[in-house]
């Protein structure tokens, strides 16, 4: 059973550029989430997509968009990127059905704007 | 507003002992969720275990142990048995439901075990 997969795992832009992240939830998850994780800081809340549509939003400016497949997989733009956005990218999935659910996280795309 | 407090930025544990890390939280709704998730150097965040807001017993995983003392609004970790393993990042977490769906973090105790 696979779980969360995230690609591509490294990259590197630079200022002005965009960058489109991917994941593909847990098998028999329906919701995905993705987090900033800075250096040195816990995991921020960008936004999560259920049903194809983003479901709630953190305090992210619309630079940050995504987008979730019928398939549930999901991915995440960054435009006009800055240094600021240098950072760890975690995509996590969980089923909507259970609160207690845990979030289940993938490795993570670690991105580094020059 | 809800919020995780870690503020132990790193600890350090002698091989087979045990570890207590603190988390304190701050929530004015009476249901929510509190996490604790373990991150290793490649990044995955790893779910240890859970407790509910209306749980009236500690949850326990194994190795790991939620101290839950509502009252002072604390969620502290402990790892019993320290392996060279648990060595990683801890980061304690909360999901209130009334706030959305979204997890708060707090910063994380690195925590190192000494052989």
């Known amino acids: 059973d696979a779980g969360v997969t995230q690609s591509p795992t490294h990259l590197i832009k630079t200022r002005g550029q965009q960058v489109t992240l991917r994941c593909s939830p847990k098998?028999?998850?329906?919701?995905v989430s993705w987090y900033q994780q800075a250096l040195g800081q816990g995991p921020q809340f960008i936004f999560q997509?259920?049903?194809?549509?983003?479901?709630q939003r953190g305090n992210f400016p619309d630079r940050f968009s995504g987008h979730q497949f019928p398939n549930y997989s999901s991915e995440l733009n960054v435009n006009a990127l800055l240094l600021g956005d240098s950072a760890l990218y975690l995509c996590a999935s969980s089923f909507s059905g259970v609160f207690t659910g845990e979030l289940f996280f993938g490795e993570g795309s670690r991105l580094t704007v020059l | 507003a809800q919020k995780i407090t870690q503020t132990q930025p790193g600890m350090f544990v002698q091989e087979k002992e045990a570890v207590t890390l603190d988390c304190t939280y701050d929530t004015s709704d009476q249901s929510y969720g509190l996490f604790w998730y373990k991150q290793p150097s490649s990044g995955e965040m790893i779910f240890l275990i859970y407790q509910g807001s209306y749980d009236e017993q500690n949850a326990t995983e194994g190795r790991y142990s939620l101290n839950f003392q509502k009252a002072r609004k604390s969620a502290n970790l402990v790892i019993s048995a320290s392996q060279l393993g648990d060595s990683a990042m801890y980061f304690c977490?909360?999901?209130?439901?009334?706030?959305?769906?979204?997890?708060?973090f707090g910063t994380g105790t690195s925590l190192t075990v000494i052989p």
């Open positions: 098998s028999g998850h329906d919701t």
């Open positions: 977490a909360m999901r209130v439901p009334g706030h959305g769906n979204q997890f708060y």
């Open positions: 997509y259920y049903e194809e549509e983003e479901r």
